[in-house]
């Protein structure tokens, strides 16, 4: 059984989450409800703070100021143009990024670990550990150089033939002002999701490693809205290109939101784009079988058939709840 001793508590999380995702499909909700609670508990660690989470964000916006930017000189000798897909996990990006690596001149990079380990290796500290925002404020042009070396080292190690490449690391949205002084011609696709199905798709995911956040809901709430307040300081403060798209809008007006994205990107239409179920594209990661269908909008408001377990998760989102 599911509560068997002579499994370890990784298995007993991965058939609860099985478990839960096929009784979701009958709409058996709550009982689907309860194996996912189950499998979120044994998941649970105790690597996650949400108190040290939220300052970290604060001192990102506290850091990035203008006046930070004017200590750099923008890199002029390289013209590359990698396009970063960001957002919060389970929002729409993986979708994105197959529509546009559809296209022929376009490389669907995936989720590539590149910037978050060059920033490493240049402040030899990660983004949660303390001391980190000391370090990116003694980054200097050199550091600033050698880490864009090294990202267009990799990357174009993997698409050397393609007209652009897109990295669909979605928590690249912490780097979005170190990436505005890697490549001024890089662009920015935001994908965003309404907050209650974000959030409970979230946490009816079962992440395999980092995702510490994800399994309750009060972490997933907060953490969320970090996010959004990083994000808004980021419009204000870096020049960088930005295109917004809502996951709702892009799956329920499909041929609009994908040609808004090509132009973006400066690519010419390709029929390919509205077909991106059929790409023969590999693919790592937990969207995998929604990418490999046409699209659908029975996602758009899912938290609702779990509206009677989710009142911590509106009482942290309060007006952003949407």
């Known amino acids: 059984t599911l509560s068997s001793d002579l499994l370890n508590k990784r298995i007993r999380s991965n058939l609860h989450f099985t478990t839960a995702n096929l009784l979701d499909k009958l709409n058996r909700f709550d009982i689907a409800f309860n194996h996912f609670k189950a499998g979120n508990e044994l ?23 203008p006046d930070f930017f004017n200590n750099f000189t923008p890199i002029t000798n390289n013209d590359s ?36 380990l060059a920033i490493r290796e240049q402040t030899g500290k990660t983004l949660y ?3 980190f925002i000391n370090q990116i404020n003694k980054l200097t ?12 080292r990799h990357t174009e190690n993997l698409c050397s033939q393609s007209l652009c490449i897109t990295d ?26 309404k907050a209650l199905d974000n959030c409970v798709s979230i946490y009816m995911q079962n992440f395999s490693h980092g995702h510490y956040y994800s399994n309750n809901f009060i972490d997933i709430g907060r953490h969320y809205l970090d996010y959004k307040r990083l994000m808004k300081h980021w419009k204000h403060v ?31 239409w390709h029929d390919n784009c509205l077909n991106f179920h059929k790409s023969q594209r590999n693919l790592h990661t937990s969207s995998y079988d929604q990418v ?16 009677s377990y989710i009142d911590d998760l509106k009482h942290v989102l309060g007006s952003d709840d949407a």
């Open 168 to 193: 669909k690391m979605p928590h690249n949205f912490y780097y979005l002002g170190i990436i505005q002084l890697l490549f001024k011609n890089s662009k920015i696709i935001h994908v965003s999701r």
């Open 292 to 307: 490999r269908q046409p699209l659908y909008t029975h996602a758009v408001n899912r938290w609702k058939n779990y509206e």
């Open 141 to 152: 042009q050199q550091n600033i150089e050698c880490i864009q070396k090294q990202y267009l």
């Open 43 to 65: 998941s649970r660690s105790g690597h996650y703070n949400s108190t040290e989470h939220s300052d970290m964000i604060s001192s990102l916006i506290n850091t990035f100021t």
């Open 129 to 131: 550990d303390k001391g």
């Open 238 to 268: 870096i020049t960088l290109p930005i295109l917004d798209v809502s996951y709702e809008s892009l799956v329920s007006n499909q041929e609009s939101v994908t040609k808004q994205l090509l132009n973006f990107c400066n690519l010419e």
């Open 81 to 116: 143009q990698p396009i970063f897909i960001i957002g919060m996990p389970r929002s729409g990006t993986s979708l994105t990024e197959q529509i546009l690596s559809s296209h022929p001149s376009v490389y669907g990079a995936g989720e590539l670990k590149t910037l978050d």
